[in-house]
């Protein structure tokens, strides 16, 4: 086993093994989803940055929600399009345990920004007299740093107890990346204390956040069903529909993935389950953002009008 662990340098992604054409097809589509992630939550970024009406902790937290999303798919979605072209070319085993890393980092991270964000919207529409008291610029960025630094510790603690694992001479991952528990696969040795660390890990980042939020927006409904202006509700509706169909697409694709019950071919479906999660929920969340949300288009239509202007 200790020579299986000091041999191995590097690793295989099998990703999707389908026809040339098929793949050929796929990379340039997945090459176009990917450009329309980054153009997408950068021009989110630039929004936010641009105009200064957005300039409030529910903008700020989409920021990093934003950066987020860009970082999904620049650390999943480049080695996914250079397996589609050439399904034989490795990726180290640097490369791929810092890719289960970033992955995981980011994946914990934006759970805790969904949960923070859920919690702006409960004391902007519950408490509005306290809002600018209780959401204080202190208050936000000590709530982001602790979003970034728990992501980073718990994959810290995934990532110490892989390193000591013998790996063996089977060096083919069946995955379009280096995913933790398909990596696991790999390891020659009892790996049940990781396979259990990661599923306290998902329950506890998941089914946890996913209830306060659930919780939340049972006060925010009732909430807004006291409001009574037309107006206000639909303002309210507006902002509170664009966080629940980002909630319900994350929360959605990676409980089933990590927390849910297996049913058919796991493998299979957990591979396609986290190309939904990676590649399309990073792209759509700009756009749930951008066409729900009058604030967002108020800004951008500013923002074109005083480009126009100049």
């Known amino acids: 086993m200790g020579d299986n662990m000091t041999s191995i340098t590097e690793f295989t992604l099998m990703g999707f093994p389908l026809g040339l054409r098929v793949q050929l097809l796929l990379f340039g589509l997945f090459s176009l989803f ?3 992630t980054l153009l997408g939550n950068g021009l989110i970024l630039g929004l936010i940055s641009l105009d200064s009406r957005l300039h409030t902790p529910m903008y700020f937290f989409l920021s990093h929600l934003a950066i987020v999303d860009i970082a999904y798919a620049c650390n999943t979605v480049p080695q996914m ?3 589609l072209l050439n399904p034989d070319k490795p990726i180290s085993f640097a490369g791929c345990l810092t890719q289960t890393f970033l992955f995981l980092t980011f994946a914990v991270t934006e759970c805790l920004l969904l949960v923070v964000m859920s919690y702006d919207r409960y004391v902007a529409i519950c408490h509005p007299l306290r809002y600018s008291v209780v959401m204080s610029w202190r208050v936000c960025v000590t709530l ?4 970034w630094t728990t992501g980073v510790l718990l994959s ?4 110490m107890l892989l390193l000591p694992l013998p790996f063996c001479r089977f060096q083919k991952i069946n995955h379009f990346f280096c995913e933790i528990m398909a990596v696991l696969k790999l390891v020659c040795a ?3 204390i990781n396979e259990i660390v990661v599923l306290a890990g998902a329950v506890s980042v998941l089914v946890g956040p996913l209830s306060s939020i659930v919780i939340s927006y049972m006060c925010i409904l009732s909430a807004i069903l006291r409001i009574q202006s037309g107006e206000g509700q639909r303002k309210a509706f507006s902002t509170c529909s664009s ?8 929360y959605g694709t990676a409980i089933i993935t990590y927390v849910g019950p297996r049913y058919g071919n796991p493998k299979e ?4 389950l986290l190309l939904f999660h990676s590649l399309f929920n990073p792209m759509l969340n700009p756009l749930i953002y951008s066409l729900r949300n009058l604030e967002v288009k108020n800004a951008l239509k500013r923002v074109l009008g005083t480009e126009r202007d100049l």
């Open 34 to 36: 990917f450009v329309f």
């Open 81 to 83: 399009l250079v397996n």
């Open 144 to 147: 982001v740093l602790t979003s």
């Open 156 to 159: 810290l603690i995934h990532l």
């Open 190 to 192: 009892d790996r049940h």
């Open 243 to 250: 966080h629940l169909c980002v909630v319900g697409l994350f």
């Open 269 to 272: 479906q957990k591979k396609y």
